[in-house]
């Protein structure tokens, strides 16, 4: 949930019928929203109602092909809280993810893919900010220009604003560390996986991640409905990491990058997870002829315990290009808060929580509900903020299709403070009462939510009587400041040090 988004599609498929859509969740407000193409200037501005939703269709020709930087970016901007989610798909080969804001993005990611040398992966990494140095530490040979890369010899690349550096091979990337002095956003996905390796069914799987600074360290670990058992992708993002799952033989100690792989089952006591330093967990669908079922692999990376929501909004798609012929809602919560949840202003009835387990965490005991919805627009809630719980959309169909993401995350970035500095005072040489020249400085800066600035001269503040700053609200989560200091008569007494401070409100 955020205020501006920044979408890419990456390629799933030669097959020209995919449909690609972008579908927008509002709240409890109404919101005005703006959709610019980054690659074609092209912007278009939408009205949607408090809790409703806007589906937007995008052009095949606009997801990302081959190794490279563009600038296939679709950026979105709106007034009011939403939730965006993304979809690629046809009847037999679909997915989506769930859209994470600016405000969420992070320096420092792990990715989690899963192929072999003969299945296609990628992963993409779009700038926010100019000049944004970005390095990318694969597990396996990359090329990319005059550059090579392995688990040793990072890739280096300069990205400036709304560039997309995307790469793609025959190749496995999970556990791929990249790293930028500025913060980007990270995806990733397979165009076709099979899981486990080498069965009957192949499906597209694709996710946008999260920062390494915003994993979880406790999860609970449902399965989608009508699926006899579940695979299970732990990264981990720090050395050391010990990985326990409760109700399982699963205990295991990795370093940064590793990852353990595991099976859950649909029946018996549910399973959980604890890592010891945060870890991204990437939860699979299966393969058809493995799993009792006429539906393939789909992906979604799992919500900690402690980005779980008191509140979701979600639409279903239905229509042939995603083919869907069941829609759930998947609920993980306390035990205690079974009474407390409520779709579209129904409460769900604690009998629905079937399956439990126990968690490392304050939760003591969780639960695991999975409800068939209609293919529609649906709020989920509970009857506090207090009540938190998890979320899954999932979609299937007999034609072998399957798409799962998350309901969303709560992070604290969401709410994290964010100042970046784009103009800086240069230094002057002027002529004393020249009368020809001014003495003139500027600082600016963009802001999230908002902030003041201070002029200082040789370290002692400069009276705000002197200075003249201007406030652009660009949308009400970003606002831009431009600050200036200038005297027609510059005299000896104007040398010194100079520079603006800039401070969150």
């Given at each position: 949930?955020?205020?501006e988004?920044?979408?890419?599609?990456?390629?799933n498929?030669?097959?020209?019928d995919i449909?690609?859509?972008?579908?927008?969740?509002?709240?409890?407000?109404?919101?005005n929203?703006t959709?610019?193409?980054?690659?074609?200037?092209?912007?278009?501005?939408?009205?949607i109602?408090?809790?409703?939703?806007k589906?937007?269709?995008?052009p095949?020709?606009?997801?990302?092909?081959s190794?490279?930087?563009s600038?296939?970016?679709?950026?979105?901007?709106?007034d009011?809280?939403?939730?965006?989610?993304?979809?690629?798909?046809?009847?037999t080969?679909?997915?989506?993810y769930?859209?994470l804001p600016?405000t969420?993005?992070?320096?420092?990611?792990?990715?989690?893919?899963?192929?072999?040398?003969?299945?296609f992966?990628?992963?993409?990494?779009?700038a926010i900010?100019?000049?944004?140095s970005v390095?990318?530490?694969?597990?396996?040979?990359?090329s990319?220009?005059?550059?090579?890369a392995?688990?040793?010899?990072?890739?280096?690349?300069?990205l400036?604003?709304?560039q997309?550096?995307?790469?793609?091979?025959a190749?496995?990337?999970?556990?791929?560390?990249?790293?930028a002095?500025?913060?980007?956003?990270?995806?990733?996905?397979?165009?076709?996986?099979k899981?486990p390796?080498?069965?009957?069914?192949?499906?597209y799987?694709v996710?946008?991640?999260?920062?390494?600074e915003?994993?979880g360290?406790?999860?609970?670990?449902p399965?989608?409905?009508?699926?006899?058992n579940d695979?299970?992708?732990?990264?981990a993002?720090?050395?050391?990491?010990?990985?326990?799952?409760?109700?399982?033989?699963?205990?295991?100690?990795?370093?940064?990058?590793?990852?353990?792989?595991f099976t859950?089952?649909?029946?018996?006591?549910?399973q959980t997870?604890?890592?010891?330093?945060?870890?991204?967990?990437a939860h699979?669908?299966?393969?058809?002829?493995?799993d009792?079922?006429?539906?393939d692999?789909?992906?979604?990376?799992?919500?900690?315990?402690?980005?779980?929501?008191?509140?979701?909004s979600?639409?279903?798609?239905?229509d042939?290009?995603f083919?869907?012929?069941?829609?759930?809602?998947?609920i993980?919560?306390?035990?205690?808060?079974?009474?407390?949840?409520?779709?579209?202003?129904?409460?769900?009835?604690?009998?629905t929580f079937s399956?439990s387990?126990?968690?490392?965490?304050?939760?003591?005991r969780?639960?695991i509900a999975?409800?068939?919805?209609?293919k529609?627009y649906?709020?989920?809630?509970?009857?506090s903020s207090?009540?938190?719980?998890?979320l899954?959309?999932y979609g299937?169909?007999?034609?072998?299709?399957?798409?799962?993401?998350?309901g969303?995350y709560?992070?604290?970035?969401?709410?994290r403070?964010y100042?970046?500095?784009y103009v800086?005072?240069?230094?002057?040489?002027?002529?004393?009462?020249?009368?020809?020249?001014?003495?003139?400085?500027?600082?600016?800066?963009?802001?999230?939510?908002?902030?003041?600035?201070?002029?200082y001269k040789s370290?002692?503040?400069?009276?705000?009587?002197?200075?003249?700053t201007?406030t652009d609200?660009?949308n009400s989560?970003?606002?831009?400041?431009?600050?200036t200091?200038?005297s027609?008569?510059?005299?000896l007494d104007?040398?010194g040090?100079?520079y603006?401070q800039?401070?969150?409100?």
């Amino acid at each position: 949930r955020g205020r501006e988004f920044n979408i890419v599609y990456l390629s799933n498929s030669p097959v020209t019928d995919i449909k690609h859509r972008l579908v927008i969740t509002t709240h409890d407000e109404p919101v005005n929203i703006t959709v610019k193409r980054i690659d074609t200037g092209i912007e278009s501005s939408y009205a949607i109602d408090a809790n409703s939703y806007k589906v937007l269709d995008m052009p095949n020709s606009f997801k990302l092909l081959s190794t490279g930087i563009s600038d296939k970016i679709i950026n979105v901007i709106a007034d009011q809280d939403i939730s965006v989610a993304v979809y690629q798909g046809a009847p037999t080969l679909q997915d989506g993810y769930r859209a994470l804001p600016v405000t969420a993005y992070g320096k420092e990611y792990v990715t989690v893919h899963y192929s072999t040398k003969e299945i296609f992966a990628s992963f993409a990494i779009v700038a926010i900010e100019n000049n944004t140095s970005v390095s990318i530490l694969p597990p396996t040979f990359i090329s990319y220009e005059a550059q090579s890369a392995n688990s040793t010899k990072p890739l280096n690349i300069t990205l400036n604003k709304h560039q997309v550096f995307y790469y793609v091979a025959a190749a496995n990337f999970t556990g791929t560390l990249i790293t930028a002095d500025k913060s980007v956003a990270v995806f990733g996905n397979n165009l076709g996986t099979k899981i486990p390796m080498n069965v009957e069914g192949i499906d597209y799987a694709v996710a946008q991640y999260p920062a390494i600074e915003y994993l979880g360290t406790s999860y609970i670990l449902p399965t989608f409905p009508g699926r006899a058992n579940d695979t299970y992708r732990v990264v981990a993002a720090y050395d050391n990491t010990t990985l326990t799952v409760f109700y399982s033989s699963v205990r295991s100690v990795i370093n940064k990058t590793q990852f353990i792989e595991f099976t859950v089952k649909a029946t018996g006591s549910m399973q959980t997870l604890h890592c010891s330093s945060p870890c991204l967990v990437a939860h699979y669908s299966r393969g058809y002829s493995v799993d009792d079922t006429t539906s393939d692999p789909s992906l979604t990376i799992a919500q900690s315990i402690d980005q779980f929501m008191p509140e979701y909004s979600l639409y279903f798609l239905d229509d042939i290009g995603f083919g869907t012929d069941t829609a759930y809602i998947t609920i993980v919560a306390r035990s205690s808060y079974r009474s407390s949840i409520y779709i579209d202003n129904e409460q769900i009835p604690s009998a629905t929580f079937s399956r439990s387990g126990r968690t490392f965490t304050a939760l003591r005991r969780a639960s695991i509900a999975s409800i068939n919805v209609t293919k529609s627009y649906h709020i989920v809630n509970s009857s506090s903020s207090a009540v938190t719980f998890g979320l899954i959309q999932y979609g299937s169909s007999g034609a072998k299709g399957a798409y799962s993401l998350s309901g969303g995350y709560r992070f604290s970035s969401t709410y994290r403070i964010y100042i970046s500095i784009y103009v800086n005072p240069s230094s002057l040489a002027v002529n004393e009462n020249s009368g020809s020249y001014s003495f003139f400085m500027t600082c600016a800066a963009s802001a999230y939510p908002a902030a003041t600035v201070t002029w200082y001269k040789s370290g002692i503040p400069i009276p705000s009587s002197n200075v003249t700053t201007t406030t652009d609200v660009i949308n009400s989560t970003m606002t831009n400041i431009t600050s200036t200091i200038e005297s027609a008569t510059p005299s000896l007494d104007d040398i010194g040090t100079y520079y603006c401070q800039f401070s969150a409100m």
